[in-house]
C-alpha cells in the first residue's frame, strides 16, 4: 500500500510538473511581451544602439570615464570663461593664439640651445574638410527643422500646430531666463548625464514616465473634449458655410 501510494504521489508531480513545463514558455513570452510595452515609447534596442552604437555613444554613457570626464569638463571651463568671467571670443581667441606662439617660441629656441631640428616643434593644423563638412551637417539641420515648421503650418493639423507654438513659446520663455550659450551648456550636461542614469535606472524611470503619460494623456482628453474638438468643428462648419 506504501508502494502503490508512493507512485501515485509521483505520477501527481510529474503531471504538475510537466504542465508548469508546457506553461512555462507562454508565460516568459508574455513576460517579454509586457516588458516590451513597458518600454519607453516601445523600444527594443539598447539605448547604446539609439545613440549609435558608435565612440560618441561610448563618450555619452561613459564607457571611457576619462575621456567623458575630459569632454565635459572642457565645456565647463569654456562656459566658466564665458559666462562667469565674461571672457569674449575673440579675447579667448588672442590668448589661445598668444600661448601657442609663446610654446613654440620657446620650444624652437631651447632646441636651438640643445643642438637639436627646430622641424620637431609641433605645429596645429587643421583638417582642410572640417568646416565643409561642420557646414553641411549644420545645413541639413536647419533645412529639416525648417522644413518640420513649415509642415506643421500646412497640414491643418491644429492640434500638432497647437503642441509645436506651445514648444517654441516654452523656448522664448527660457530664452528670456538664460542666453544661448547657457542653454547649449545644460543641453550638453544633459547629453552627458541622462543617458547613464537612464541606463541604471531603466525600469523606475520607465514605470514613473508612463504613469506621467498616462496622466497627461487623461488631461488631454479632457482638453480635446471641452475645447480642442469644438474648435474643429467650428472650422469645419465655418468652410462648409463657405
Sequence with gaps: MEHAAGNILNNIMETIADGVQQHKPEIEEQNTASA??????????TIHKILG???????????NKKISSSVLTCATVIWVLFEWLNYHFLTLIAFALFLGMLI???????????????????????????????AVSLGAQINQF?????DVACERN??????????????????????L?????????CAHTLPIVYEKYEDQIDDFLYNLLG???????????????KLSKGNLRSKKND
Excluded: E
Excluded at 605645429?123 to 572640417?130: A, E, F, G, I, N
Excluded at 479632457?222 to 475645447?227: F, P
Design 104 to 134: 613654440q617660441f620657446a620650444w624652437s629656441s631651447a632646441s636651438v640651445v640643445l643642438n637639436r631640428s627646430t622641424s620637431q616643434v609641433p605645429r596645429l593644423v587643421m583638417p582642410d574638410d572640417l568646416f565643409a563638412n561642420v
Design 158 to 179: 491644429l492640434k500638432r500646430f497647437l503642441v509645436v507654438v506651445a514648444s517654441l513659446w516654452a523656448a522664448a520663455i527660457i530664452g528670456t531666463w538664460c542666453n
Design 181 to 189: 550659450l547657457t542653454v547649449v551648456y545644460v543641453g550638453f550636461v
Design 215 to 229: 496622466q497627461f494623456q487623461n488631461h488631454y482628453s479632457k482638453l480635446d473634449v471641452s475645447v480642442l474638438s
Design 146 to 150: 525648417l522644413g518640420f515648421i513649415q
Design 36 to 45: 516590451r510595452v513597458r518600454k519607453l515609447f516601445g523600444r527594443q534596442k
Design 53 to 63: 552604437g558608435g565612440q560618441s555613444a561610448d563618450v555619452l554613457l561613459w564607457r
